[in-house]
C-alpha cells in the first residue's frame, strides 16, 4: 500500500506508476513493490479457516453444532466512523458467523 506524498491519499497501482485518485500524483514504483489484482477474489474471501491457523482462539459457542472454541478476526465492513465486526470460524466444524455492534 502506498500513500500520496502530495495530499496523503491511498494510491493506486498503474503499470509501473503509482497513481493518487484524488490529486492525479503519479510516482514511479521501485523494483521491490508488488502489486497483485485479481477479478474473481474479493477482500471479504481473503481469511480462510484451517487446521493450522494462526487466528487467535476464544471461547465463544458455535450456533450450528454448540463447540465452545472458535477462532476471531475483526475487520471493517461499515464506514470508518462505525465499529469493526467481529466474525468467527467454530473450531470443531468450521461454521462461520459474525457479531455486529448494535
Given at each position: 500500500?502506498?500513500?500520496?506524498d ?27 513493490d ?9 477482500a471479504?474471501?481473503?481469511i ?16 450450528e ?13 461499515r464506514?470508518?466512523d ?5 466474525f468467527?470460524?467454530?473450531a470443531?466444524?468450521?461454521y ?7
Open positions: 500500500m502506498e500513500f500520496c502530495e495530499c496523503g491519499s491511498m494510491m493506486k497501482a498503474d503499470d509501473g506508476y503509482w497513481v493518487c485518485g484524488s490529486c492525479d500524483f503519479t510516482k514511479p514504483k521501485g523494483d521491490s508488488e502489486y497483485v489484482v485479481t477479478e474473481d477474489q474479493e471479504t474471501e481473503v480462510e479457516s484451517s487446521d493450522e491457523t494462526s487466528l487467535p482462539k476464544t471461547e465463544a459457542r458455535c450456533p453444532c454448540g463447540h465452545d472454541q472458535a477462532y476471531w478476526y475483526l475487520q471493517q465492513t464506514s470508518a462505525e465499529s469493526e465486526t467481529r468467527f470460524i467454530c470443531e466444524c468450521e462461520k458467523w459474525r457479531e455486529d455492534d448494535n
